[in-house]
């Protein structure tokens, strides 16, 4: 979602609120945000939100679904996987694009890509050269299975930049 955020909209705001955040504030926070008339919004993990949450977080998001301006946030809703709660499995349903994605291991084909996008996302001092991944490195990332998917290579690529920033 933050990839093709940056890519179609970059200038707008881009905001993910994580299901384990869930309470009041992160409701209201959701609230302003989808009220938004650009940007992306990103739910995550929303299958790990608290039971009755889910039918909450669909009365926040109802309002905008129905709205007659044509210029809106993109609501973006993740679930990791396993059975759903009805009240979540409901918010799921609402949303009117699902898109599957596969395992990385079933991908790696897009490993290199999000290593850029990893290595892109990292501050860079002034005067600094950004960091790179050497051919050789990029060969062992593709080989590995990836159980934690995107959010394990992402943070073996910030591991290895805290070690080393080449």
Excluded: I, K
Excluded at 22 to 39: N, T
Excluded at 88 to 115: G, M, N
Aim: aromatic content about 4%.
């Amino acid at each position: 979602a933050r990839a093709a955020h940056e890519a179609y909209a970059p200038a707008t705001p881009l905001e993910v609120f994580a299901a384990e955040d869930f309470g009041p504030q992160w409701l209201a926070d959701v609230a302003r945000a989808a009220a938004d008339p650009e940007g992306t919004l990103v739910l995550a993990d929303v299958d790990r939100l608290p039971a009755g949450a889910g039918r909450r977080l669909t009365d926040v998001l109802e309002p905008r679904r129905w709205c007659e301006e044509t210029e809106r946030a993109w609501v973006v809703v993740t679930v990791t996987s396993g059975p759903l709660a009805d009240d979540v499995a409901d918010l799921v349903e609402r949303v009117p694009f699902t898109v599957e994605v596969p395992p990385l291991r079933h991908h790696v084909e897009d490993v290199p890509d999000l290593v850029r996008h990893a290595l892109a996302a990292v501050a860079v001092r002034p005067g600094q050269e950004r960091p790179t991944m050497s051919p050789e490195a990029m060969r062992v990332l593709a080989r590995c299975r990836w159980p934690g998917n995107t959010a394990q290579l992402r943070q073996v690529v910030e591991r290895v930049l805290a070690r080393r920033r080449t």
